[in-house]
């Protein structure tokens, strides 16, 4: 049950009532099917699919032979649970498929005849707009004060001031035969207080109304309608453009990059440069050409989560917006605000209407059952009944996640840093270890000069004040011009001296040295300047990078986890099928699996002939 003020959601009441319980002595016994998994009652057969299988008959043979393979032996259960018993509601249908297709377009029905009922010509934008507090109606070349749009339908988006704070600036509102606009009263008084908060915009006057709000990332502009905060909610439904996008033609953060570098004609960093390796021609520049040659036509078929670009996709030209007239309210005040009006008015996400109807359609082909939109249109008005302790709350979960983030981060460097010293000692091949074989452990070549370019400024000054003679070791040659410099320091002893000179040693040959032990893959988690910033450490290490499963040596099956670009769809691959075929390592239980004539115990194949006693698989992952 949900509260909200001490208040009890009328809504949930139904969903809470408790079920009848069933007399135990009239109850069926268990069901089991041919691998003696118990399944549902008889009854809820007959309900949920339209018919009952009366007996269950034994498995085939080649599905016991897979089961036993496995360590899976079939046996007559000792134990069941009782049959799940609970009151059905009545069927809207034939089977489960039609009740819940039958529900579901009765349920957006109304929201679909109100989507498809805006037209594709919109009416013209007002030349001049109207500075008044509260909602204006712009019909016929004239305007009028009305307290919310008259019109089941609009399209919705809201201007906030960010210097004032998260409250609603202006808002433009388009129906299919009127224009509207919204002026916060903060904007319109006289008020030097930029702190005051100004009220939330109001969009229905009856609760019971059926409407449908549309806009591009439309949760931003819910959070400022006074309706959506009221326990007993609204019947006010919002479609987002951007989740359609998502759905139709969105992105995977791999894909998201590529896309971005892609259009900046950045085809030189490390993930292109593999596709381009493998399936592309190198001397190629231009973006739709690298895609038909490395066989990526979803460049040209997708774009970004931003509207311009969403609007350039699916409509195929610019969109006719000035992306000069938000920075008002990005950057400006209440009075770049009220100074550039009519402009701050035009910054309307007007262009949203086109790929919004364009969007609508491909989704009822691509998802054609409407328990989808449906899903969309209560996933975009949920309502989460909080107190005062809900500020408590957020502080101490952001504070729990960033020490959590903070360790785990602690973890992973320590992991690289012992990995590193770990195969820097003498004799030590990390080609022999199941997780860590495929990193670059090729080393850089450094010059010399990098060791003093490392070098606080008062180690500097101290090296050009006290220079070592390789002719002698006790004595120090000074410069004519360091006499002064060495007279104001304080006075050097011998054992200074000593340590200086062993500084100068390590600064000049050490640190160099310390450089050159630095194997690539470490290097690429240290920021850069790698010379300046050595003492970080690989700071830049996260759980979502791919070398993180292998610091951690996780295991899947008992197997080391391997990424691998090309099998991403294998669960296993045999050691001679990767990319350092000769690999032979000796894994300790529980790494170990004894073969019988080349098959091992798990029925699994292998190609280890130099171990006759145990075989040895990788496991990708992705």
């Known amino acids: 049950m949900l509260y909200a003020g001490g208040q009890l959601f009328p809504k949930h009441r139904l969903l809470c009532k408790p079920a009848a319980v069933p007399d135990r002595s009239t109850v069926e016994k268990a069901v089991f099917n041919e691998v003696q998994i118990q399944m549902f009652s008889r009854e809820f057969q007959a309900a949920l699919f339209g018919l009952v299988v009366p007996e269950y008959g034994p498995p085939p043979r080649s599905v016991c032979a897979d089961l036993e393979a496995h360590g899976i032996t079939l046996r007559r259960p000792t134990s069941s649970h009782p049959p799940v018993r609970f009151p059905l509601p009545r069927m809207n249908g034939a089977n489960v498929k039609e009740h819940f297709y039958n529900v579901a377009k009765t349920m957006t029905d109304p929201y679909v005849n109100l989507l498809s009922s805006f037209p594709s010509q919109v009416p013209p934008m007002p030349t001049e707009w109207s500075a008044n507090s509260g909602w204006t109606r712009y019909f016929d070349e004239r305007w009028t004060s009305v307290e919310t749009p008259m019109e089941d339908v609009i399209f919705f988006d809201t201007e906030v001031l960010l210097c004032e704070g998260d409250a609603p600036t202006m808002a433009v509102a388009l129906s299919p035969v009127a224009w509207y606009s919204w002026v916060s009263p903060a904007l319109t008084q006289n008020n030097n207080d930029s702190k005051s908060r100004g009220p939330l915009i109001h969009l229905s006057a009856n609760f019971n109304e059926i409407k449908c709000v549309i806009g591009h990332f439309v949760s931003y502009d819910r959070a400022r309608v006074n309706e959506e905060y009221l326990p007993q909610g609204t019947k ?41 390796k493998d399936h592309g021609n190198e001397t190629t520049g231009k973006v739709a050409e690298k895609s038909d040659l490395m066989d990526l036509q979803w460049i040209e078929e997708t774009s970004l989560n931003n509207l311009t670009d969403v609007y350039k996709l699916y409509c195929s030209k610019d969109p006719p917006q000035d992306k000069t007239a938000r920075s008002v309210f990005t950057s400006g005040t209440r009075e770049d605000v009220c100074a550039k009006f009519q402009v701050g008015e035009v910054s309307f996400d007007y262009i949203c209407t086109d790929s919004a109807t364009y969007l609508l359609s491909i989704l009822s082909l691509r998802f054609p059952h409407p328990a989808t939109l449906y899903g ?4 975009g008005s949920m309502y989460l009944p909080i107190n005062d302790s809900w500020l408590k709350f957020q502080e101490r979960a952001d ?27 003498p004799g030590s091949d990390p080609t022999t270890d199941p997780w860590l074989w495929d990193l670059d452990w ?17 180690f500097i000054v101290l090296l050009k004040v006290v220079r070592f003679n390789p002719g002698n070791r006790i004595r120090f040659l000074q410069k004519t011009e360091a006499d002064k410099k060495l007279a104001a320091l304080p006075n050097i002893s011998a054992i200074c001296i000593g340590l200086l000179i062993v500084l100068h040693l390590f600064l000049h040959f050490g640190f160099t040295s310390f450089l050159r ?7 690429e988690l240290i920021p850069k300047p790698v010379k300046n910033n050595v003492d970080a450490g690989p700071c830049l290490l996260t759980a979502q990078m791919r070398i993180a499963p292998k610091l951690l040596r ?29 690999l032979v390592i000796g894994i300790k239980d529980p790494f170990c699996h004894t073969i019988s004539s080349g098959i091992c115990c798990c029925f699994w194949e292998t190609e280890c002939i130099e171990l006759p006693n145990m075989c040895m698989r990788q496991t990708s992952w992705h």
């Open 236 to 276: 006010t439904r919002f479609i987002d453009t951007l989740a359609l996008h998502v759905a139709v033609s969105g992105l995977t953060s791999t894909q998201r990059h590529l896309k971005t570098t892609a259009e900046k004609q950045l085809f030189n960093n490390k993930l292109w440069q593999k596709f381009i």
């Open 442 to 458: 090729s080393k850089p070549r450094l010059t010399s000069t990098c060791a003093f370019q490392c070098l606080d400024i008062h």
């Open 376 to 379: 969309l249109l209560e996933m």
């Open 517 to 523: 032990l630095l194997c690539r893959w470490y290097r």
């Open 554 to 582: 996780l295991c899947w099956q008992g197997l080391p986890v391997h990424y691998d670009q090309v099998h991403l769809s294998d669960s296993d691959i045999a050691v001679s099928q990767l990319r350092c075929a000769s």
């Open 399 to 425: 504070r729990t996640f960033s020490d959590n983030e903070r360790r785990q981060r602690e973890l992973l460097v320590q992991l690289a840093n012992q990995a590193l010293d770990r195969y820097q000692q």
